[in-house]
């Protein structure tokens, strides 16, 4: 399945209940070489209730964000070096995220002796 376009070329947001759903159409995305940015959200009735905090929560479902967008100008770039220091000197409820191992040992191959940087 390709991700669907706008006539100008833009690729459309999928709004789903499933998460498998989002993640299947967020795996096509990068799958094309297109960044993803994923969301929960709230649906809510704001025609019984007259705003969105007084109305309950219906149903929770997922916002798919696809964009065309280069993600090297830094805005969904993160250096490996930062999140050393954020793992390194922090913990994660100081830092507000947890940076899985994965992520991490990629970060430390980076500074290792074996790509020849210290």
């Excluded at 094309?32 to 969301?39: A, R």
């Excluded at 993160?78 to 409820?93: C, F, G, I, N, Y």
């Excluded at 040992?105 to 074996?114: L, N, P, Q």
Aim: some cysteine.
């Amino acid at each position: 399945m390709a991700i669907p376009r706008e006539p100008n070329g833009r690729p459309l947001t999928l709004y789903t209940i499933s998460l498998d759903a989002a993640l299947d159409y967020a795996k096509e995305a990068l799958a094309e070489g297109l960044n993803v940015e994923i969301k929960d959200m709230d649906l809510r009735d704001t025609v019984t209730y007259r705003t969105f905090q007084e109305s309950p929560v219906l149903a929770k479902y997922w916002q798919v964000n696809v964009t065309t967008d280069d993600s090297a100008r830094g805005l969904r770039s993160h250096s490996a070096h930062h999140v050393l220091q954020a793992v390194d000197e922090m913990t994660p409820k100081q830092y507000g995220a947890i940076h899985a191992e994965d992520l991490v040992e990629v970060c430390r191959g980076v500074y290792s002796s074996d790509h020849g940087q210290s």
